[in-house]
């Protein structure tokens, strides 16, 4: 069984950075595609960001594209997402997991942006 622990997240105001980082443990031979989600207050969970198990790949939702990136490092079954120019509205809970979702969720990285 996999887990997924994000860490990385916290406060900041509009136009700085975070980077998050996702660890997954468990029995895995190589973790499949996978994904940044978010959830916002009252909102639905949405995919933002996902990356092919070789990395060969990468895609966004539009409203990242351009500030955020993904990347992955196999080796330590960790995924990275770096957040630039960041908005209020990127404001969330923060959750990994393969693209579609396998995993059992982890418990998320808050990331607040505001002045």
């Known amino acids: 069984q996999v887990q997924l622990v994000e860490s990385g997240g916290g406060l900041v105001h509009p136009g700085g950075s975070l980077r998050l980082s996702c660890k997954a443990s468990?029995?895995?031979?190589?973790?499949?595609?996978m994904g940044w989600y978010r959830q916002a207050p009252g909102k639905e969970r949405e995919l933002v960001a996902s990356?092919?198990?070789?990395?060969?790949?990468?895609n966004y939702v539009d409203s990242v594209k351009g500030r955020f990136t993904i990347s992955r490092d196999n080796a330590k079954n960790t995924v990275y997402l770096q957040m630039n120019s960041l908005k209020p509205e990127d404001t969330a809970v923060y959750y990994c997991?393969?693209?579609?979702?396998?995993?059992?969720w982890g418990q998320g990285t808050q990331v607040t942006v505001s002045s």
């Open positions: 468990g029995v895995i031979l190589r973790l499949p595609v």
């Open positions: 997991n393969s693209r579609p979702a396998r995993f059992s």
């Open positions: 990356i092919a198990s070789d990395s060969s790949s990468t």
